[in-house]
DNA sequence: TATTAGCACTCCCACTCAAAGAGTGCTAAG
DNA sequence: CTTAGCACTCTTTGAGTGGGAGTGCTAATA
């Protein structure tokens, strides 16, 4: 579709565009990129190329400026080489690093990085417990009906919940239930033993088969049911960029950012699978952000789903924003333990 | 200090320029609120009040600009006057209301609440447990050494923590320890046995007593030590606002906003009582924010402290800002159940 | 046939200038 | 002490202007 030649001057005009800022002239692309050949020759390119629909023009008598057709070619681009980590931003890492025993003040600190780093938003999202295994249940009589069902799960994360049962057991019976559990669930996946548990609970604890079942459920909700919890960072960042001097579209996207709903919006239409993914301008039809590009990677961090990204102006530095993400996500994974960084976050799906 | 008719004029000129924004000029004066005195009259009054650093005048042949002195005589008049919540607000109140059950969640409901009503931030922050009353403790052995520790709160409230002793215990010699410390402690206020308790324990378990201090001590740093937990809410609101066009200082305010420290910082210069504090501008130094105000409030809620505010710009309208301020506040406290919101938090200290 | 130099043309932007308008300070009279 | 009147100051707005950047087209060239 694209000659060689009108690729080149694509790329070029991009490459320009998120430098400067300004349209890109012919005589620009001719003595920067394309020096073989000269402006007039560049000009007829960037007449067919705004033809197609790649380029465009504010102005007659103004340079061209890229269209998000020309941005999806980049960013395609890009995406197909090699990157490495910008070495500038090391120190930030290792900080990410030591924080990593605990997952989620880890995003939220990976939010504020990518935010500084870049000086766009940074955004998280942590997912549930994706198999969780149980390492050790009570059942602790707080009352008459209500009980204190703690979980405690392989990894250390802890669950609790005050809940009240349809009829009152003793604390026998309820030692006897958590006793019952454990035997079955206690180190493995709760999703394979869930189905096979009940029956064997109201085996022994036939009268209270109401209240097991109760419980069984509560359980259910505090492992599986666990909402998506979401972070911002830096949003203060996107301030000083020119782009974004437009007051009112500015306020939409932060109004966006305040409510989970959005975001989980967001995370759930950028991020199915595993690897990095970029959203450029309206290719995301539900969020109302033309001008804006979302980055999202996601990946798994202490068994459970963790996404990363990024949203910034369409006219983004995509191959610094890409490669900061990718060291980001690659930290919080787990990988680049023994100092290598490079390499990490290699699926790359569209 | 001030003649009458200086009071009023001050008070006109701050009224007028809140509400249009505009430098206020004396015919205006003259003409909407002392009617009976002529432009010239005021303009005298205007060069004298000048002179005294009430008003400003950003150049000649403009109105004059209420100064910070001049907003601290308004608000000042404010307060020692009676005000009734807004009434279009109600039904957010409403809604407020009903989660009040987790103090936490509402108030970061309240403070994006407050950021839509009043088109500010809204900010809020909760205190630990003021007088923590333990309702249960439990010692889960998980390991070797290792322990959880588990105390249920009067109030629903639910702490954990996974810990290290220095020797190992065996569950029994842990069953004997939350029985002593459930004896002495359950129903009563942590703080007043806290010291009698230590003795009382080592005296059964004698040959553990290094674990025991410890398991104690960790005790106290989940029932004691609990940070400040900040909200704030409704930021987007403020980028529409014309005071904030200055890209600059919008954003160090975004920036504070961020992080928890200033945010701490803030609560605790600016809330040490109960009660309604306002800030104009510069009047608190630590802060770098000249040309904004914050409204404070605190109060008690579920045991704990909670202070709910706002951050806007010195031209913010303060009488209905600190309406709303009141009903939110009322309603966190738990006033206001049977209907009647104007007389909530009538303590007003500076 | 593809490329290039040359040139007229278009459009934006920054600048100046003048007129209008708002509000003041001062003075003199009531 | 108050007020009417008036000259003065300063901002704001709009029109007009020149420079500059970049284009599109045409004709010449490899």
Redesign the interface.
């Known amino acids: 579709m694209l000659s060689e030649r009108q690729l080149e001057v694509v790329l070029a005009v991009v490459y320009e565009y998120i430098k400067t800022g300004e349209p890109v002239g012919s005589r620009t692309i001719a003595r920067k990129f394309l020096k073989g050949r000269s402006a007039a020759t560049i000009r007829n390119e960037m007449a067919d190329l705004e033809e197609s629909e790649y380029l465009y023009q504010p102005h007659t008598s103004a340079g061209r400026i890229p269209t998000p057709k020309a941005y999806r070619v980049y960013v395609d681009a890009i995406l197909r080489r090699q990157r490495s980590f910008p070495s500038e931003s090391e120190g930030w890492i290792k900080e990410l690093r030591e924080r990593r025993k605990d997952v989620e003040e880890a995003l939220i600190y990976a939010t504020?990085l990518l935010g500084r780093i870049t000086s766009y938003i940074g955004l998280a999202a942590l997912g549930p417990e994706r198999e969780p295994v149980l390492?050790?249940v009570?059942f602790?009589r707080?009352g008459h009906s209500t009980v204190?069902i703690?979980l405690?799960l392989k990894g250390?994360l802890?669950h609790?919940k005050?809940s009240t049962l349809p009829c009152d057991m003793t604390q026998e019976a309820l030692d006897e239930l958590s006793r019952r559990v454990s035997t079955v669930a206690v180190g493995r996946s709760w999703g394979e033993v869930r189905g096979t548990l009940q029956a064997y609970v109201e085996d022994a604890l036939e009268r209270y088969a109401e209240s097991c079942r109760s419980a069984l459920n509560e359980m259910d909700g505090l492992l599986l049911e666990q909402p998506f919890q979401f972070f911002t960072?830096?949003?203060?960042n996107v301030?000083?960029l020119p782009d974004f001097?437009d007051?009112?579209r500015?306020?939409t996207i932060?109004?966006l950012l305040?409510e989970d709903e959005s975001i989980g919006m967001l995370v759930r239409s950028c991020s199915t699978e595993k690897g990095l993914r970029v959203t450029i301008g309206d290719e995301n039809p539900e969020l109302n952000m033309p001008d804006c590009s979302i980055l999202m990677a996601s990946t798994i961090a202490g068994g459970r789903k963790a996404v990363v990204g990024l949203i910034g102006p369409m006219r983004m530095d995509y191959e610094r924003s890409i490669s900061v993400l990718e060291g980001v996500l690659g930290t919080i994974a787990g990988k680049g333990e023994n100092g290598e960084n490079g390499e990490s976050a290699k699926e790359v799906h569209r």
């Open positions: 504020r390492e050790r009570e602790l707080m204190l703690l405690v250390g802890i609790h005050i960072g830096g949003t203060h301030l000083g001097n007051l009112g500015l306020q932060m109004a305040e």
